[in-house]
């Protein structure tokens, strides 16, 4: 009756394995960049591991819970142990190599996402403001740039259409520059599985390359104000003649630094408070 149970609940596991599940419930695809196949191996491998360790400490716990229950007849306390060192070192060393081993793993896919080896054709100066996003590119030693406009989510439909939109030619390798005009942003494409904060006064990086023609959601990821939740973005990943004629229909030139709101807001800010 045991062995049927259990293999009933094996057979449901293992062809409940599909695609979506095989991957951790992440969105996107293990193409979807040139980095989202490591991510996702980092991800899946991580929760076997957990599911693995989850597994024995249930076991044991349950084990315990049975093995040593009161029986009848039983009276008083069982015996007491305390100060075991052995025991007590092997709590303190186990944990430890799983922390080592979580570590060198996250460490090593860290490293290899952020690596910028690969020489960029294309160069983002991505500018979150509140609530919006400016995209500055240069490609091909030309520059262009779109105003990004907050996104006006009252319950109409169609609001997406008219969201910021950043385009990307597929199968060449981008470099996002991230800088924030006022407060700090994150800029996060979920499907890219990347997420990276926007500092006032620092430039953060991401290099990757897009590798599957398709639309995918953008948006800040960092409580930034009031309109936080219409900070968003659409990303269109394009074939490379599509994104040139795109590029062709934006003004020339950069926005930068100068439209950064006031770095001196800061003292306003202590002034009023002062009054
Ligand atoms: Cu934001």
Redesign the pocket.
Known sequence: MKGIALASAAALVLTGCSEQVQRGWLPGSRETTSNTAEITDLWVNSWIAALAVGLLTWGLMLWCMVAYRRRKGDSGYPRQLAYNIPLEIMYTIVPLVMVGVLFFYTDQVQRSVDSDEEEPSLVVDVR?K??SWDFNYEYDGEQRYSVGVQGQLDGESGAQEDLPTLYLPVDEPVEFQLNSRD????FWIPAFLQKRD?VPGRTNEIHLTPQEVGSFDGK?A????EY?SE?LFNVEVVEEDEFREYLETLPEGHLGDEYDRNTNRHDDVTATEGD
Request: aromatic fraction near 6%; include cysteine; proline fraction near 0%.
């Open positions: 979150g509140q609530w407060v700090v942003h994150s926007m800040c960092e409580l930034c104000g936080h900070m």
